[in-house]
């Protein structure tokens, strides 16, 4: 968040000191309006720099230090309208990639509810460009009904990955101008059987889990 992001550096330093191996940044995924305005991520979602996409003009950059001398030359850079890659890769990383699925993940509530992800575990608000959006929660099966390998390989949770790893839901999180990104039940591309995924901010890389 903007309130708290300069303390990055010491955490990495108390981390460093305790001999932690692995570090997990994540944006803030306002749960209120009020706090909107600490998101770091407000050119991020519609940035061209960040997508990936052939039809868009583009700059490679090589690999360079971060110094004074670039500094302001990199920010120019990165607000250019163009897409930025840097030594070979998307400066965006991925974008339109399911990390829950693709890394073959469940999530179990302790109900037995199985969810594809933890956000989708519950119904909740959340704001993404400066409106309420409604994720409802979504259970593919329950462990004390079902083995796992049943729910796993059920036709309708198969079907519902492919569209996943094809990630064929609107750019919501880009363009987010219709009612219908202000919830997760149906997009503006077809997508009437839910949940519809084009305004998850985890799938943009903007969210991280631990």
Not at 121 to 129: A, F, V
Request: hydrophobic share 35%.
């Amino acid at each position: 968040m903007k309130r708290n992001i300069k303390d990055l550096p010491e955490v990495i330093n108390i981390g460093k000191s305790i001999r932690a191996k692995y570090f997990s940044v994540s944006n803030l995924q306002p749960p209120t309006e009020d706090m909107q305005g600490d998101r770091l991520y407000n050119q991020a979602t519609r940035n061209i720099a960040y997508l990936n996409a052939e039809h868009l003009p583009r700059i490679s950059l090589p690999k360079m230090d971060f110094t004074e001398e670039t500094r302001d030359a990199l920010f120019a850079v990165f607000n250019s309208g163009l897409n930025v890659s840097y030594a070979g890769n998307n400066w965006g990383g991925a974008n339109d990639v399911c990390n829950f699925v693709e890394n073959g993940t469940m999530s179990i509530a302790w109900t037995g509810e199985v969810s594809p992800c933890w956000p989708l575990m519950h119904t909740h608000i959340s704001y993404l460009h400066n409106k309420p959006r409604v994720a409802k929660k979504h259970i593919i099966g329950n462990v004390r009904e079902k083995t796992l390998e049943q729910i796993w390989l059920d036709p309708e949770y198969l079907a519902y990955r492919e569209r996943l790893h094809n990630f064929a839901f609107a750019p919501c999180t880009f363009c987010g101008g219709c009612d219908l990104s202000e919830t997760n039940q149906e997009d503006c591309l077809g997508n009437t059987v839910a949940p519809v995924c084009g305004g998850c901010l985890w799938a943009q890389g903007i969210i991280q889990c631990p």
